[in-house]
């Protein structure tokens, strides 16, 4: 049987950076397992923005996190590309989310308000404005604005980036620097021993470990059931669309429109309570390019290549869980969506406090624990 | 508005035509839709229109397409043309875009006749302009009475390529040369095949004839050719190859190549329907039953879409699926299907006699897709055979997960012509069939669609209130 | 690269190709028109950024993508009318990929 410091299950974004992560604290051996199934590759899915704008509402921890994760961004970014070698097209090009009508915009405008209380309360900024419809239109000089659009909410401090580019650099340099990686390995059990270790059974064998991570998204509650933990995440589907490729003319990231370096207009995002089904609707399409063509008519004529769905690992209250098992100190389980926003924070923070060296205070308000009131 | 059919069929090529035909002539209310102007599918392209050199030209393999057109147009089986659908639901939905518009509809069972494509072998070169199919050139004769005006060189293998040949040889376009990939020797596989295949006079009588003419028209003729790549700088200007010892150079104007058939498989794929492997012939094709249903109850396949077979033998499967579909919708009793299939398994069966035979004799090799590194695997996205290497080397076992990560796949045309040779690349280097590699996942739109379209489509009352977003945001 | 072996006999029809107006015999797709009067390229990859040529002629391989009224359309399941307005953006502004086969990534 192999014997491993750490073993990480789950090589998704979130398991891959908190991996890359352990290797770059100098946690010893650490095994990172990854069945790659297309189904439950969330980054698939996910829509490639760094951002902090709008998360958090009601709740200054979280609100917080995701500000830490935006501010590294940028730092990240770059000690990733210079290290694997590869790519990952960050564009720190800031962010917005436009309004149609006054009475949307208006409704933004207390929601940055009431965001801007919630970050004072957790002492960090939120530095997201209004923009009017010339401002806005300022910012996107090379885009047509539609008719209705009456502005949008706005910061320059976030950005986007190619979630599978991203997820690939992780686990390039995750075994540059000596991690072992594992694709098409599924583990199907954790086993306490009575010695203080854990022995994880896969496909390929067993690993006896100090610690494991398990970060495998939709697959994680099967493997902690048998320990008695149940963890609190639901499937929400979102499906998105991506055109041909277009003369670059936005650089600005929109919640639902951003054009890649690549020339695409990915177009998305919904979210819809679907259990486990990746399906692509027509009617989530249609919603999707209405929306897209009222913001900027020229889209209009521009052709739809490819749709998909990807299926969030989502939580009651949005936020990540990141929990240590009661009873079992050794084993972490981080269960959440956006984890290209969070991405630097799974390296630098979580990591450390796997190894019993990170922010309890701040991490320990995600446990899987908070709901159970 | 939704209008709702008994059956919608797919294609209309032989199998679609058939099946419309046969559903319409026993009264039930069958929509045929074809993304082409004009029925007949590839092999009977334009037969409708044909003019007599035409007909003659390409002799009665295929002015017996004018059978099959007359007995759809007469059958009175709704019909649209330039109807190309993009979405297909195993209940039985569809959406189709037609004219800048698009539209979804509905049938209690589908008949999906999509037909096959030529396998896409990538070779140094093949994105060369003047590079193409020699189904291609095929197609530009049928349509629009088009020959190559240069020389010519043919590379490949398979019963096909022979016969491109000797029509070029027919109309006395220049051929510097043939280069077969098929070993010189048969294959040992074949020779237990080919007692089956003499059952079929006429078949065989036809290859010999062919190959007759081939030899007599002093055309160079290799055989167990390698390394075949086209050189170039704005278009195809020569072509280079291997034969045993000695480097062919031949100086040409267009190159065209043929590495046998496989289904055209998106469709079903995106109907996420059974898929299988036919390992002698490297292909994939949805699991049917002996009627053509697959795994999904409404859903059949028919033609070389369900697995290449021909002309005859699609317009056979067509006429199964039809009088099953038939059965099932109460039309005819079990026993009426029976006896009126009876004859069409047997001329199926008939057909069939040469088929493994043929298909040993020109099977795939595994070294065929021993590509080098710098040769170009996506067309679409301009990803090479080593990009995709690179990325399997750090770990990734799965062609999605390759397609994500380098693009491979993600171009307008939606894998179709580098998803097999990824498989093969992918397999390779992880030491598996191809088939391990995994099946790029196949999403709509079948067919890109402009947003507006979308946008302005007509889903029904019925939608649902879905999508949710902006400020739900968390 | 082709010659139409009926040449003399077809009725054309005019469309604009690239600005200037060009006649195109009916009855056959755009693709099959264009190769019959020598206009081999149908236009330039956005990903190498190099000349394309129809390849399968059947819908399949979406080389012969160009703009037909407005929309990018595949030219070989495009009919050929009267009046169509045909742009294959030849000269593209776009900066140009570095010219080599290195990796993509």
Known sequence: ?373 | MSRHYDVIVIGAGPAGLSASSSLAELGLDVLTLDEQSRIGGQIYRNVEAAPAESLALFGKDYSAGLELTRRFRDSGAAYEDCASVWQVNPDGKLCYSRLGSSKQVSANYIIAATGAMERPMPIPGWNLPGVMGAGAANNLAKEAGLSPSGKVVLAGSGPLLLLEASLLIKKGVSIAAILETTPTRPPVPAIPRAPQALLRADFLWKGISMLRDIKKSGVPHYKGVTNIRALGQKTVEAVEAQCGEETLHLNADMLLLHFGVIPNTHIFRQMRCRMAWKPGQRYWYPACDEWGRTNHERIFAAGDGAGVSGALAAQYKGELAALEVARCLGMIPEHERDTLAAPIKKSLRNDAFPRPFIDALYAPRPEQFAFEDSTVLCRCEHVTVGDVRKVVGEGVCEVNEVKAITRCGMGPCQGRMCGPALAEVVGAELSLSPEKAGLLSIRPPLKPIPLEEIAAMDLGADSPEGANWLLDKK | MFKDDKKNMRATVSVILDGRSVSLPEGMSVAAGLLGIGEIISRISPSSHKPCSPHCLMGVCYECLMEIDGVKRQACMTDVREGMVINRHLRTTDEPKEETHESSL
């Open chain 1, 1 to 373: 049987m192999k014997s491993v410091d750490i073993l990480v299950i789950g090589g998704g974004l979130s398991g891959s950076a908190t991996a890359l992560g352990l290797v770059r604290q100098g946690a010893g051996r650490v095994v990172l397992l990854d069945e790659q199934l297309p189904s439950q590759r969330l980054s698939r899915g996910n829509f490639g923005l760094a951002w902090f704008m709008c998360k958090g509402a009601g709740n200054p921890g979280y609100a917080k996190w995701c500000r830490m994760a935006a501010m590294q961004w940028p730092d990240f970014a770059a000690e990733l590309e210079e290290e694997s070698g590869y790519n990952v097209e960050l564009e720190w090009t800031g962010g917005a989310v436009h309004a149609f009508g006054e009475e949307q915009l208006q409704g933004y405008a207390e929601s940055v308000s009431a965001l801007k209380a919630v970050c004072g309360e957790a002492g960090i900024d939120y530095p997201v404005r209004i923009l009017s419809r010339d401002e806005f239109s300022d910012i996107v000089p090379d885009m047509e604005l539609g008719e209705e659009v009456s502005g949008a909410m706005y910061t320059e401090e976030q950005g986007h980036v190619n979630p599978l580019k991203l997820l690939a650099a992780m686990r390039c340099l995750f075994q540059k620097k000596g991690g072992e990686y594992h694709g098409s390995q599924s583990a199907h059990a954790i086993e306490p021993q009575k010695d203080g270790t854990y022995v994880v059974k896969t496909s390929r064998g067993s690993y006896q470990c100090q610690k494991v991570v398990v970060a495998a998204g939709h697959g994680s509650s099967r493997l902690l059931a048998p320990l008695g933990e149940k963890l609190n995440i639901y499937p929400q589907r979102g499906q998105l669309m991506v055109t041909e490729r277009h003369k670059r003319l936005l650089t600005v990231p929109l919640l639902s429109v951003r054009q890649t370096p690549d020339g695409t207009f990915m177009i998305g995002l919904s979210s819809e309570d679907t259990a486990l089904d990746t399906q692509v609707t027509p009617e989530a399409m249609q919603s999707q390019a209405e929306n897209a063509i009222r913001l900027f008519p020229m889209l209009g004529k521009l052709n739809w290549v490819r749709a998909w769905g990807a299926i969030r690992v989502m939580t009651p209250d949005g936020a990540p869980i990141y929990t240590r098992l009661p009873g079992h100190e050794n084993i972490t389980v981080l269960a959440l969506h956006s984890a290209v926003s969070l991405a630097p924070l799974q390296a630098r923070a979580i990591a450390p406090w796997i190894l019993g060296d990170g922010d309890d205070e701040l991490i320990s308000q995600f446990s899987n624990g908070r709901f159970h009131v």
